[in-house]
């Protein structure tokens, strides 16, 4: 059974950073990718940001280029996202997600399926 818990979420300051946790098992980081997608109220799911351990090949949402960056640790049970300089337009509940290996790419991130978390939430203050 595939299991994803996420952990970091909380209200912080413009500009403060926050990391995100997901530990993971039932599934292998060699076949599926691994990434966060995030809602806000009355929003749509958005795809922030998606790595495959296979090839190291990530995705960011344009917005969060240069601010947000994802990771696999060594042993491949815990993937983080470190978000600094954040903003008020990052606020949302965050989620950590799995998928196959080709939902993921430089240019793509699906969320649409696969089997994600139950959520960390991200308040971010002006």
């Known amino acids: 059974e595939v299991q994803l818990v996420e952990s970091g979420g909380g209200l912080v300051q413009a500009g403060e950073s926050l990391r995100l946790s997901c530990v993971t098992s039932g599934f292998t980081f060699d076949t599926n990718a691994v990434g966060w997608f995030r809602q806000a109220p009355g929003k749509g799911r958005e795809g922030v940001s998606c790595?495959?351990?296979?090839?190291?090949?990530?995705y960011y949402l344009d917005s969060v280029k240069g601010r947000f960056t994802i990771s696999i640790d060594n042993a491949k049970t815990t993937f983080y996202l470190q978000m600094d300089s954040l903003k008020p337009d990052d606020t949302a509940d965050y989620f950590c997600?799995?998928?196959?290996?080709?939902?993921?790419?430089?240019?793509?991130?699906?969320?649409?399926?696969?089997?994600w978390g139950q959520g960390t939430q991200v308040t971010v203050s002006s």
């Open positions: 790595i495959r351990s296979r090839d190291g090949s990530t």
């Open positions: 997600h799995t998928i196959h290996n080709w939902a993921c790419g430089e240019d793509h991130y699906y969320t649409d399926f696969g089997s």
